[in-house]
């Protein structure tokens, strides 16, 4: 299978490492970018081919992860399904937008082209899913991040709440650092609740979700460390990235 990369940032470069050190069982085939250089750099690395066009990816791929942005998600996502090829989307907080996200589905439906979502930088997707085969009560995500990773600088140590609402909302005002909230929320099939602290005392992006459901309740936290080369990415969204890649190879697949 012919892995297409769109967005070559912080994202892919985790994945070439990951094809690099033999952890990555997938052929990274093509790599392309607005900004011909990043492809260049990362495609160079494993032996790709650089794309100049999204026409050249999508003639040439298999299969096309997108780790770029959401603008990029709504501009290229449906050329990409028309053409049949199946698409890993990243910068997942687009498809909260449900008019944008039946409109995929519908062309996807069409193509017969798959849309894989994968887990991203949070724990417990799988449960999430398992818990809505009952009835889902409540679903809120706490997101606390260190204010460099929000872009922001605090004199002082105290935390400041800079979103309390919708998953629907915190993904149009904080679009490079929420995407969890929207995963959660199609997995759970409802609109989470979010709040993003920026905390000056911390050094990580966590994520904490709490669940209530006709199954009983769960809480998850994940303490991330972030991208060396993106301090709103966490390394986990890329390890989840990876990780999906192999699974759609694997014979034995393991989890819900
Ligand atoms: N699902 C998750 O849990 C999760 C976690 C972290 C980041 N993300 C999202 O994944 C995406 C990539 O993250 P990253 O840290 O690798 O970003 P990055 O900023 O490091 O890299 C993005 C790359 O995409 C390129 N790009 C931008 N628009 C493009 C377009 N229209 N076509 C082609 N290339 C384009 C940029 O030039 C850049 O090289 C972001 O949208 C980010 O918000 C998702």
Same mark, same amino acid.
Request: charged share 20%.
């Given at each position: 299978?012919?892995?297409?990369?769109?967005?070559?940032?912080?994202?892919?470069?985790? @994945?070439?490492?990951?094809?690099?050190?033999?952890?990555?069982?997938?052929?990274?085939?093509?790599?392309?970018?607005?900004?011909?250089?990043?492809?260049?750099?990362?495609?160079?690395?494993?032996? #790709?081919?650089?794309?100049?066009?999204?026409?050249?990816?999508?003639?040439?791929?298999?299969?096309?992860?997108?780790?770029?942005?959401?603008?990029?998600?709504?501009?290229?996502?449906?050329?990409?399904? *028309?053409?049949?090829?199946?698409?890993?989307?990243?910068?997942?907080?687009?498809? @909260?937008? +449900?008019?944008?996200? $039946?409109?995929?589905?519908?062309?996807?439906?069409?193509?017969?082209?798959?849309?894989?979502?994968? $887990?991203?930088?949070?724990?417990?997707?799988?449960? +999430?899913? #398992?818990?809505?085969?009952?009835?889902? *009560?409540?679903?809120?995500?706490?997101?606390?991040?260190?204010?460099?990773?929000?872009?922001?600088?605090?004199?002082?140590?105290?935390?400041?709440?800079?979103? %309390?609402?919708?998953?629907?909302?915190?993904?149009?005002?904080?679009?490079?650092?929420?995407?969890?909230?929207?995963?959660?929320?199609?997995?759970?099939?409802?609109?989470? %609740?979010?709040?993003?602290?920026?905390?000056?005392?911390?050094?990580?992006?966590?994520?904490?979700?709490?669940?209530?459901?006709?199954?009983?309740?769960?809480?998850?936290?994940?303490?991330?460390?972030?991208?060396? %080369?993106?301090?709103? $990415?966490?390394?986990?969204? #890329?390890?989840?990235? #990876?990780?999906?890649?192999?699974?759609?190879?694997? $014979?034995?697949?393991?989890?819900?």
């Amino acid at each position: 299978m012919k892995i297409g990369i769109m967005g070559c940032g912080s994202i892919a470069k985790t @994945l070439v490492d990951f094809k690099l050190n033999g952890k990555l069982n997938v052929n990274l085939a093509y790599f392309y970018d607005l900004s011909l250089d990043n492809a260049k750099s990362l495609a160079q690395k494993v032996d #790709a081919q650089v794309s100049d066009s999204l026409e050249n990816l999508i003639e040439n791929c298999d299969l096309i992860l997108e780790s770029a942005s959401q603008t990029a998600v709504r501009s290229s996502v449906p050329q990409i399904l *028309e053409s049949g090829t199946n698409v890993i989307i990243m910068s997942v907080g687009a498809l @909260l937008d +449900v008019e944008f996200k $039946t409109y995929l589905e519908n062309i996807a439906k069409k193509s017969g082209a798959k849309i894989y979502l994968p $887990t991203g930088a949070i724990t417990g997707i799988d449960t +999430v899913k #398992a818990a809505r085969m009952g009835e889902i *009560e409540s679903v809120s995500l706490i997101t606390r991040k260190p204010p460099l990773s929000l872009g922001l600088e605090m004199e002082d140590d105290e935390e400041i709440v800079l979103f %309390d609402g919708k998953a629907s909302e915190a993904v149009k005002e904080f679009p490079k650092n929420i995407n969890v909230s929207s995963t959660l929320s199609l997995a759970a099939g409802m609109d989470a %609740d979010v709040k993003i602290i920026a905390d000056p005392k911390i050094t990580r992006n966590t994520h904490e979700i709490h669940l209530k459901g006709t199954f009983g309740e769960f809480i998850t936290k994940t303490s991330n460390i972030s991208s060396p %080369d993106n301090p709103k $990415t966490s390394l986990l969204a #890329a390890y989840s990235a #990876a990780s999906l890649l192999n699974k759609l190879s694997e $014979t034995i697949q393991i989890g819900t």
